[in-house]
């Protein structure tokens, strides 16, 4: 009997793993366009410290993601074992947010100048080069922003990946989560590492002569251009998966949406364009909502002064 017991609860623990292998990677399907702005972002963030404080800066701000998610897994858990009715208008604020943020980015872009944004970039590089500057206390505050960011898109991911186990056993949603969080977290930030780095291995190679520096050269030339990949890649996986949750959270959406699109491949296609649509319009009303907030609060506070 004992035997039997014993190889029951093998045969469940292996049905249990298998099954939270494929949920894990459903849930990483799912928040891949998270993912992809996360990297950027945190790739971002990293920049603008000095090359030999690089890696320590990352590994800080890695740190801080592992408290984020020990923070946001259990709260999770919690919210499905007690509230289960928030899961969906939780996934419906980050769909929000994530459109928001996308939108904002392009808004950014288009609303602000080269010359504003090479005036910024200009006095961060002073900054930096500056020996009078406090490097620790600019470090300190390059890592608050970067987790304080990290925390933001990583209760993203969270919310996206308890959606996919909705419903399951809580040790399948308990596992899930974990490996989610651990997965994303050593993931994107050792690659984050990778591409903070790939200039200065660039040089190193470049300094070696023959095939050596001819790769050197490319990584050198590489790295801006990951970069901006990253960065656009990153926006548009807001508004498609932004979108697609909103899409599919609003089942009068849901239902226009797979009326109007055809099956097969078009209709993959198109449903994405669909799902990107309603992502950036609503980002866009989202986004002018915000700057009329802004923009009354702070003709409030210029009539308070007068």
Do not use: C
């Not at 807001?238 to 949750?245: K, P, S, T």
């Not at 296609?269 to 990107?276: Q, T």
């Amino acid at each position: 009997m004992a035997g039997a017991t014993l190889f029951t609860l093998l045969d469940d623990i292996s049905v249990l793993l298998d099954d939270v292998a494929i949920l894990t990677k459903l849930a990483a399907k799912k928040t891949a366009g998270v993912l992809g702005d996360d990297l950027a972002l945190n790739a971002q963030q990293v920049t603008g410290v000095k090359a030999v404080r690089e890696l320590p800066v990352v590994w800080a701000v890695a740190k801080g993601s592992f408290k984020n998610k020990a923070i946001l897994v259990p709260a999770a858990l919690a919210i499905s074992a007690w509230l289960p009715v928030l899961i969906t208008p939780l996934m419906m604020i980050g769909g929000t947010y994530l459109v928001y943020e996308g939108m904002e980015k392009l808004a950014h872009r288009f609303l602000h100048s080269k010359e504003e944004d090479a005036k910024k970039h200009g006095e961060l590089v002073q900054a930096v080069a500056d020996e009078k500057i406090d490097l620790v206390a600019f470090e300190k505050d390059k890592i608050k922003g970067a987790i304080r960011t990290d925390f933001i898109l990583s209760a993203e991911i969270i919310v996206l990946s308890l959606g996919v186990v909705d419903g399951r056993p809580f040790a399948q949603q308990a596992l899930v989560l974990v490996a989610i969080a651990v997965g994303i977290t050593v993931g994107v930030y050792g690659l984050v590492a990778g591409i903070v780095k790939m200039d200065d291995a660039g040089l190193h190679l470049a300094e070696k002569g023959g095939v050596q520096a001819a790769l050197g050269r490319g990584l050198v030339y590489t790295a801006p251009w990951l970069m901006k990949f990253l960065s656009i890649a990153g926006t548009a996986a807001m508004f498609l998966v932004g979108g697609g949750i909103l899409v599919h959270s609003i089942p009068v959406l849901a239902h226009w949406v797979e009326g109007v699109v055809p099956e097969g491949a078009l209709g993959t296609v198109l449903s994405a364009a669909a799902n990107a649509a309603v992502g950036m319009a609503v980002g866009a009303v989202v986004v002018a909502a915000v700057m009329l907030f802004k923009k009354m609060r702070g003709g409030g506070d210029a009539k308070a002064a007068h």
